[in-house]
């Protein structure tokens, strides 16, 4: 079992910066990846960013391109999502991802992201 608890939601204005975090508990050490995804009203979740553990890489949806960067903490068990020059459309409930090595998905509780214009 993994369990995920995030935090940095909040509202912000367009232009602004948000970081969220996502600490980890329980079976870390079968976590293969850890990210972040999305859902805003009346959209399907979307994945935003994705980390490997174990090499380190990272993904990133288009649309956040340039402006998102999905860090690690690894003494913390703790993954971080720096999002800056936000938008309106990047509104959305945040929910933090893990992936295990057997290929089970674990999520967190979500956390609100509100970005007004």
């Known amino acids: 079992q993994v369990q995920l608890v995030e935090s940095g939601g909040g509202l912000v204005q367009a232009g602004g910066s948000l970081r969220l975090s996502c600490a980890a508990a329980g079976s870390i050490v079968s976590v293969n990846a850890m990210g972040w995804y999305r859902q805003a009203p009346g959209k399907p979740r979307e994945l935003v960013a994705l980390?490997?553990?174990?090499?380190?890489?990272?993904n990133y949806v288009d649309s956040v391109k340039g402006r998102f960067t999905i860090s690690r903490e690894h003494a913390k068990n703790t993954v971080y999502l720096q999002m800056n020059s936000l938008k309106p459309e990047d509104t959305a409930i945040y929910y933090c991802?893990?992936?295990?090595?057997?290929?089970?998905?674990?999520w967190g509780q979500g956390t609100q992201v509100t970005v007004s214009s």
């Open positions: 980390t490997s553990l174990s090499t380190g890489s990272t």
């Open positions: 991802y893990a992936l295990t090595r057997l290929q089970l998905n674990y």
